[in-house]
């Protein structure tokens, strides 16, 4: 299931990023990697806040359809 469907306030570990090398390594940057605990803070116009390894990161929808958890 994409991160898009995931509730707010609710956390779940993430279990795949799809997409090609780059989208990979970016994600994986922000600490977005499989394994990894996240949850949906907010959603705000076209973007999802997340909150990753107690950070507070903003990512766009249609990047955030790439993280499976």
């Known amino acids: 299931m994409p991160i898009t469907?995931?509730?707010i306030g609710t956390e779940a570990?993430?279990?795949?990023?799809n997409?090609?090398?780059q989208t990979v390594r970016h994600l994986g940057a922000l600490g977005?990697?499989?394994?990894e605990p996240?949850?949906?803070?907010?959603?705000h116009g076209g973007s999802l806040i997340l909150r990753i390894?107690?950070?507070r990161i903003?990512?766009?929808?249609?990047?955030?359809?790439k993280i499976q958890i």
Do not use: F
């Open 5 to 7: 469907l995931m509730s």
């Open 13 to 17: 570990i993430i279990r795949k990023i």
């Open 19 to 21: 997409g090609n090398d």
């Open 32 to 35: 977005l990697i499989a394994g």
């Open 38 to 43: 996240v949850t949906v803070i907010a959603r």
């Open 53 to 55: 390894k107690g950070s």
């Open 58 to 65: 903003a990512v766009d929808r249609q990047l955030a359809g």
